[in-house]
């Protein structure tokens, strides 16, 4: 017997997407809003959230269902699509051949530096004065 949902944890920055996917008609929920609503019409990121599923012939397939939380909005994209692409794996193992060539399985590793101890940013100096 099949699961009843497959999981996957994405991350990226300080964004974490708990990414829970079922077999359904394609409803994509993100923190319990339509897809559509919380990402606006910024096309890059919808191509992002897409592009898992399209990638292994599965849009319409499966029904999405997302906690996310941290970062910004292009940050948690990324973070989503981290996730949905962990969560395929799940379903089917031969869909690693297709995801890990795109870069869809690898985690960002990009951070905010940390500010430095006495001054004002991470790597901005206080002016030197000679005299």
Same mark, same amino acid.
Do not use: C, H
């Given at each position: 017997?099949? =699961? /009843?949902?497959?999981?996957g944890t994405g991350r990226r920055k300080t964004a974490v997407a708990r990414?829970?996917?079922?077999? +359904?008609? +394609? @409803?994509?929920?993100? &923190? &319990?809003?339509?897809?559509?609503?919380?990402?606006? &019409? %910024?096309?890059?990121?919808i191509e992002m959230l897409k592009a $898992? /599923?399209? @990638?292994?012939n599965q849009e319409g397939k499966y029904d999405i269902y997302v906690n996310v939380n941290g970062g910004g909005v292009s940050s948690q994209a990324g973070a989503i699509r981290h996730g949905l692409s %962990? @969560? /395929? /794996?799940?379903?089917?193992?031969?869909f690693r051949a297709?995801? =890990?060539p795109l870069g869809f399985l690898t985690r960002d590793p990009r951070? =905010?530096?940390?500010?430095? $101890?006495g001054q004002? %940013? @991470? %790597?901005?100096?206080?002016?030197f004065s000679k005299r």
């Open positions: 017997m099949d =699961k /009843l949902y497959y999981w990414v829970r996917i079922k077999e +359904g008609k +394609g @409803a994509f929920l993100i &923190n &319990n809003r339509d897809w559509k609503d919380y990402i606006g &019409n %910024r096309r890059t990121l $898992p /599923l399209e @990638a292994v %962990r @969560a /395929l /794996l799940e379903v089917s193992e031969d297709i995801l =890990k951070m =905010k530096e940390r500010k430095k $101890p004002k %940013r @991470a %790597r901005k100096r206080f002016q």
